[in-house]
C-alpha cells in the first residue's frame, strides 16, 4: 500500500504547477484524500481535501481560487493543480488519505506519501 506523489519541480512566481498522487491499494479506493505541505521551519498545513463520496472539495482558506483538488476515481489519482504560484508556496506538499477526524488537520489522516518538492522562485 503505498501514495506516491509527482509533479513538483522549480516554477517562476506567477506559473503553474500539478502534482499527482498515486494510491495503490485496495484500501484506499473509497477514501477521502488530501493534500497538505509544509515549508522548511513550519507546521504541516492543509491545503485542499477531495470526498469519495460526492466528489465535495474543501481548501484553506488561503489557496481558494488558486489551487483545484481532482479525483480520477478509475485510477485512484489525486491531483492537485496550482496556479498563480507565490513564493510562499514553496514547500514540500504531501498527498495523504483521510481516516477520521478533521479534515483540516493532520492528525486525521494515517497514511502518507512521500512528498513532492515545490519551488518557487521570485
Known amino acids: 500500500v503505498q501514495l506516491q506523489a509527482s509533479g513538483g519541480g522549480v516554477v517562476q512566481a506567477g506559473g503553474s504547477l500539478r502534482l499527482s498522487c498515486a494510491a495503490s491499494?485496495?484500501?484506499?479506493?473509497?477514501?477521502?484524500m488530501g493534500w497538505f505541505r509544509q515549508a522548511p521551519g513550519k507546521e504541516r498545513e492543509f491545503v485542499a481535501v477531495?470526498?469519495?463520496?460526492?466528489?465535495?472539495?474543501y481548501y484553506a482558506d488561503s489557496l481558494k481560487g488558486r489551487f483545484t483538488i481532482s479525483r480520477d476515481k478509475a485510477k485512484n489519482i489525486v491531483s492537485l493543480q496550482m496556479n498563480s504560484l507565490k513564493t510562499e508556496d514553496t514547500a514540500v506538499y504531501y498527498c495523504?488519505?483521510?481516516?477520521?477526524?478533521?479534515?483540516?488537520?493532520?492528525?486525521?489522516?494515517?497514511?502518507w506519501g512521500r512528498g513532492t518538492q515545490v519551488t518557487v522562485s521570485s
Open positions: 477531495v470526498l469519495w463520496s460526492n466528489d465535495r472539495t
Open positions: 491499494g485496495e484500501s484506499f479506493t473509497y477514501d477521502d
Open positions: 495523504a488519505v483521510f481516516t477520521g477526524g478533521r479534515y483540516f488537520s493532520a492528525s486525521a489522516y494515517g497514511y
